[in-house]
């Protein structure tokens, strides 16, 4: 499948699962725009070994002002987003009577508004050219809880919930919009969580086994790339007629 002539927003895109989807949609021919933090120099080599034309936008999107010059940048670099993936997310983890207030807002800003506002800048442009892809990165979590994540949790199922209205409001039109809940993925996201197992004492690789073991029935971690081909399905013909989902990439997680 090509998505040659489309152009791929990913937030959050300089490691991690963002960075390997738009490896997985530049090596499909589109032209990718990278976002995140840290210096992208990797990722732009990693992702423009792949064909397309490939930039990096450094906005913060848990700031609404930096989030409209990001697609103020993609319109007058690109004519637009064709595909928004909306990926980037932070995780912490706490007890929610010793939750920080200040971490309760920065995590429901980044993982939830910002999928808001990405969707309604991105929307106009996809209605104009008559076709869009919107995928946004969920979690597991987004349709059952875990303790200690009271900020994650409630993010993740309002992505669920902004995914169903957003489907809706697109269902007669060639665009889509829906949610993917993967499990365990080990990025640097996951890897904070198995270090603080490690920091109380268990051994490396046991840690690793624990952390799957526990809720993940594979033991086996999802990968960037599983959730890369996942998007490209989505944005093929196939995928048209998906809309409004939160599909589920978990190893058997959520089928317990
Ligand atoms: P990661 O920490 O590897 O990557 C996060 C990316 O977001 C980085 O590029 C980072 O620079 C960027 N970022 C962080 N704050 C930002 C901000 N304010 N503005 C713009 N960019 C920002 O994390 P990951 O594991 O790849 O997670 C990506 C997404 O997948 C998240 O939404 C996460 O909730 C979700 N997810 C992860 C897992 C997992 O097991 N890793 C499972 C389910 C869902």
Not at 1 to 21: D, E, P
Not at 84 to 89: E, K
Not at 199 to 225: M, R, W
Not at 234 to 242: F, I, M, Y
């Amino acid at each position: 499948m090509s998505l040659h002539g489309k152009t791929a927003l990913v937030t959050g895109s300089t490691s991690g699962i963002g960075l390997g989807i738009a490896k997985v949609l530049a090596a499909a021919g589109a032209n990718v725009l990278l976002n995140g933090f840290g210096d992208p120099a990797a990722a732009l080599a990693e992702v423009s070994s792949h064909g397309g034309r490939v930039a990096h936008h450094p906005a913060d999107l848990g700031d609404v002002a930096q989030l409209e010059a990001l697609f103020a940048y993609a319109k007058a670099e690109f004519g637009g987003v064709d595909i928004l993936v909306n990926n980037a997310g932070i995780q912490h983890v706490a007890p929610v009577e010793a939750f920080p207030v200040e971490r309760w807002d920065s995590i429901i800003a980044l993982n939830l508004s910002a999928v808001f506002h990405c969707t309604r800048l991105a929307l106009p442009g996809m209605r104009e050219r008559n076709w869009g892809r919107i995928v946004n990165i969920a979690s597991v979590h987004g349709q059952v809880g875990s303790v200690g994540k009271v900020a994650y949790v409630a993010a993740k199922h309002g992505v669920v919930g902004l995914t169903k209205v957003v489907g809706l409001e697109t269902a007669t039109t060639p665009i889509t919009c829906n949610a993917i809940c993967p499990g365990w993925v080990l990025t640097p996201l996951v890897q904070k969580q198995i270090d603080d197992r490690i920091a109380s004492g268990t051994d490396p690789q046991q840690a690793q086994h624990d952390l799957l073991a526990e809720k993940q029935p594979s033991v086996a971690f999802v990968t960037p790339q599983h959730l890369g081909e996942l998007v490209l399905f989505l944005c093929s013909e196939a995928g048209s007629q998906v809309r409004g989902a939160a599909w589920n990439i978990d190893g058997g997680w959520l089928a317990q």
